[in-house]
Structure formats: structure tokens, C-alpha cells
């Protein structure tokens, strides 16, 4: 495996994939690992977080995808030195055909990163659309470590099983998928209901739970302002709980691959 595939993944929309995407991506950089981040939620606002030049992104994955301009033109500088590779800017039409060439080809994604031949021990982490698409099916179907994204509220909790069935038909079953990961997100002390819900995920998710990430301003006021929270607020709550989930990210990751060529201590892993 020369690659590590982590997409960033949730039943509902609007729970924090994209932050979390970004902020993991400018960690893993600042880490000194090498980061290719893939937009592949026709939102194309992975963008507004981490890239450099943030209007310079109309053209990407799907233009590429199609013929029309070579991969190479698809890459962006992005923060901390990671690459990002922009969904692009495209209309109705071109979603739709976008989309059913996908559906006709499910293992598209997985088959075009092998062919990029990236750098051996790159990271490549992966944005999509909220609940089951054909981007979420061929996001798992290349993955290696699936992080979910969760809200500590009851919408979230119990839609839940609708990532978990994806993720044990596209990834679990296969030899070098190495995990999930969960990441509860805008976790608020102060509310009772919040902390009740919480304690429920915790008991459910132990011991796939990556961490919890606070509710912050720091984190709506980092994206207005068109960076990573490390970079905009690095002592803030929120840069805080990225730099712990990215830590236990790599733990897992790399416990897993130990596992997995030491084949007898398997059973010792977490749930996969
Ligand atoms: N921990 C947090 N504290 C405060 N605000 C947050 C936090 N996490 C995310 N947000 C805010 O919540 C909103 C939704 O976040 P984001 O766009 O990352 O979600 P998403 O899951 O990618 O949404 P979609 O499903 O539409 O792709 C954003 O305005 C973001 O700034
Ligand atoms: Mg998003």
C-alpha cells in the first residue's frame, strides 16, 4: 500500500466534513507527511479552507475526469505545503453525466489514484457530499481509513446506521481497509442534551472514537477568513482538538498496518 485513502464522510449534511477535511489536511502537512486533499462534493468549497488561491479553483477533478484538461493542470498549492485537487466549478449537465459515468464505472476513483502514482506514504484525504451518492460509494471504495463525522444530537446518532451500512459494503470487507474512525463534532459542555448525546456516541463508538471537537467560533471565523484554524487561531479550542485527532488518525493508521503484516495479532484490533 503506498497510499493511506482517508475520506471524511456523515449521513447528514452540515455536521463539519469539510472542516474537518481541511483542518486534517493541514495538520497531516504540518506533520511533515505528504497530503494530496480531493474535493469530490460538487460544493467545490474544500477550496475556501485550505487552497492558496482559492479563485483559482474553477477547474478540477470532474474537467479532468471528462478529458478536456490533463490531471497535472488540476492541482493546487494548498496550506502547509499539502496539494489539493478542486472538485471545479461546473454546471447541472455536467454534474449529472459526471455523476453517471461514476455510476457506471465504481471503482473509477480507486482505479485513477493507483494511476497517479503518488509519492509512497502519501495521504490522500477525500471531502464528500453528506449520505449515500455515488461519491460516497467510490470514496469507500478506495479507502484505507474512513473518518466519520458526527454531531452530538439525535438526528445524528440516528441516522448513523447509514454510513455504517455503506462502509460495510464498500470497505470493511476488503483486506486493506484498515478502520474507522469517528469524530464527534461541535461538542458544547454547557448543554445538557448535548452531554447526554454525547455519552450515548461515546458508549457506542469506544473504541473507534478518534476525539470530539469543541463548538468554536474559532472554526465559522477561520473559514470567513479563508484559512485553517491552526493557522488562523493556533491556541484556540478547535486547533487544539484537530492536533489531538490527527495523532490518534496516524496511531490508528499505523497500528492497523502493523497488524496488518503481522497477521496472527490481528484479533487484537479495535472493531474495523
Ligand atoms: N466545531 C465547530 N464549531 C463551530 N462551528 C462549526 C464547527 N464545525 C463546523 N462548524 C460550522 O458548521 C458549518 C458546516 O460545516 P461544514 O461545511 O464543514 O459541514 P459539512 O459536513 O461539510 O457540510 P455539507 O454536508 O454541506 O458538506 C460551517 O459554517 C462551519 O464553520
Ligand atoms: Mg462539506
Redesign the pocket.
Known sequence: MTMVVIPVI?S??????????ANLCTALAQRGRQVLAIDL?P?N?LRFHIANEPQDCDSGLVEAATGLIPWAHTIRPASAGAMLLPFGDVDDERQISFEQQLARHPGWLAETLQRFGLPEGTLVLL?T??GASVYLQQALRAAHFGVV?VLADAGSFATLPIVERMIGKYASPRADYLGTGYVV??VDPGKRLNNDVFEMLRQRLRPELLGV?????A??EA?ASASPVQRYAPMSQ?AEDFSSCTERVLERIETARQAAAFPSLRTMEPNR
Open positions: 456523515s447528514k449534511g452540515g455536521v463539519g466534513k469539510t472542516t474537518i477535511a462534493d460544493q468549497a471531502d457530499p453528506p463525522t463534532n461541535q471537537l469543541h463548538l468554536d467560533q472554526v465559522p473559514l478547535a
